[in-house]
């Protein structure tokens, strides 16, 4: 059974930084397109960051220079580093994956990051 575990999400104050962890189960991520995507209540879920299994990354334009999507092949985990957080960055986020021979798509339940004073 496949399983994508997000962690890594809390409170943290404007400015501040977290990495969130993304660690697979019954699934080898490093074949996988692996994506970061954020919800807010009300809201549709927005992709945020991309990486390929080539390794090619993508950054929504309000992340960019700020966030920095990773893998570790060898531990079967997927990072998101976020870095000078900002309140509009609170949302839930969600680990994806995509296996590029048959467009299977899997995702986590979500790990909560809040940003406020």
């Known amino acids: 059974q496949v399983q994508l575990v997000e962690s890594g999400g809390g409170l943290v104050q404007p400015g501040g930084s977290l990495r969130l962890s993304c660690d697979g189960f019954?699934?080898?991520?490093?074949?996988?397109?692996m994506g970061w995507y954020r919800q807010t209540p009300g809201n549709r879920r927005e992709l945020v960051a991309v990486i390929t299994r080539d390794g090619a990354t993508n950054y929504v334009d309000s992340v960019k220079g700020r966030f920095t999507i990773s893998r570790d092949n060898a531990k079967n985990t997927v990072y998101l580093q976020m870095n000078s957080l900002k309140p509009e960055d609170t949302a839930v986020y969600y680990c994806n994956a995509v296996d590029p021979s048959d467009a299977m798509s899997y995702w986590g339940k979500g790990t909560q990051v809040t940003v406020s004073s």
């Open positions: 019954g699934i080898r991520l490093s074949i996988n397109d």
